[in-house]
């Protein structure tokens, strides 16, 4: 009698280890951008890959560049970024598997209302060299995120070396970037679906739209477990093979604010 029930327990015990092992194996670790943390966008996203599959994600949400080294650290399982070609080196380097395009929206030249650099059109490169010209604050983020990235292009691209007294790097993610170009009065350079989504707008508008040059496409990556054995391959490649399926690319279109749409999904079919 004695041997039978001490045995209960132990069934017990070991039934309750094996679900928080089962709960532990289905959750995984995202490195990805403020702008689709900021956006809301994983507001809709997230719970619904959730109900498909019964994986929670966790979301570091942090510049592009610093992601990349997060994934790089094997301190993430899946990445989920903005800066094609550091994704592209990412793969080739052989941190991570399979890039796929999941995703695009579009980068926007914000500023005061007023416009005193004369800014406003649809040319990103003639806007940054009358934003250098007049002197007047312009906001970058300095954090090697993927809008930091297009930056830079964008003022090579335009030949513009001194960018005007007005010039400050913040170092931070895009809604502090957004905040300080409101405090400011000045410029600054924002993903659409960030900037539809913050609140602190100030005096500031849209001033630059529509350039080809401001198309801004994002990927996922899974880590590669040769690298980092720790990595939730499997559970990884789920949200990957998802958010690229007819269930993610819906999810991600049908995330609007205001009625409008932020995120559009172009994964290969």
Same mark, same amino acid.
């Given at each position: ?6 045995? @209960?327990?132990?069934?017990?015990? /070991? ?20 702008? /689709? ?19 929670? +994600? ?5 510049? /592009? ?12 399982? &899946? ?11 990412? &793969?080739? #380097? ?9 995703? =695009?929206n579009d980068f926007v030249l914000i500023g005061p209302k007023s416009d005193p650099a004369k800014s406003k059109g649809t040319d990103i490169l003639a806007g940054?060299? $009358? +934003? ?6 312009? +906001?970058?983020?300095? #954090?090697?995120?993927? /809008? ?5 292009? =964008? ?9 005007? $007294? ?6 931070? !993610?895009?809604? *502090? ?13 924002? #993903? ?6 913050? @609140?602190? @707008? ?7 739209? !529509? ?6 496409? =994002?990927? &996922? ?12 391959? #499997?559970?990884?490649? @789920?949200?990957?093979?998802?958010? +690229?399926?007819?269930?993610? *690319?819906? $999810?991600?279109?049908? =995330?609007?604010?205001? !009625? ?9 079919k």
């Amino acid at each position: 009698m004695f041997g039978r029930s001490a045995s @209960k327990p132990l069934i017990a015990l /070991t039934a309750l280890l094996l679900a928080i092992g089962a709960h532990a194996a289905d959750s995984i670790t995202m490195a990805s951008t403020t702008s /689709t943390d900021n956006s809301g966008l994983f507001t809709a996203l997230l719970p619904a890959f959730k109900r498909d599959t019964n994986i929670d +994600v966790k979301v570091v949400a942090v510049g /592009t560049g610093q992601a990349i080294d997060i994934a790089k650290r094997g301190d993430a399982d &899946v990445l989920f970024v903005h800066d094609k070609e550091k994704e592209e080196a990412f &793969v080739s #380097d052989g941190f991570g598997l399979k890039r796929l395009d999941v995703m =695009y929206n579009d980068f926007v030249l914000i500023g005061p209302k007023s416009d005193p650099a004369k800014s406003k059109g649809t040319d990103i490169l003639a806007g940054l060299k $009358a +934003v250098a010209a007049s002197g007047t604050p312009f +906001v970058s983020r300095g #954090d090697k995120s993927g /809008t930091h990235a297009a930056e830079i292009r =964008y003022w090579k691209d335009a030949g513009v070396e001194n960018k005007g $007294a007005g010039y400050k790097e913040c170092g931070c !993610g895009m809604g *502090q970037a957004l905040n300080t170009a409101a405090g400011l009065n000045g410029y600054v350079l924002s #993903d659409r679906a960030t900037w539809a989504n913050f @609140k602190n @707008k100030a005096d500031l508008v849209i001033l630059v739209e !529509g350039d080809k040059r401001l198309f801004n496409q =994002y990927g &996922v990556i899974v880590v590669n477990p040769a690298k980092h054995p720790q990595v939730r391959r #499997d559970a990884a490649q @789920k949200f990957a093979d998802w958010v +690229v399926s007819s269930r993610g *690319q819906a $999810a991600i279109n049908g =995330y609007k604010i205001g !009625g409008e749409q932020l995120f559009f999904g172009n994964a290969a079919k």
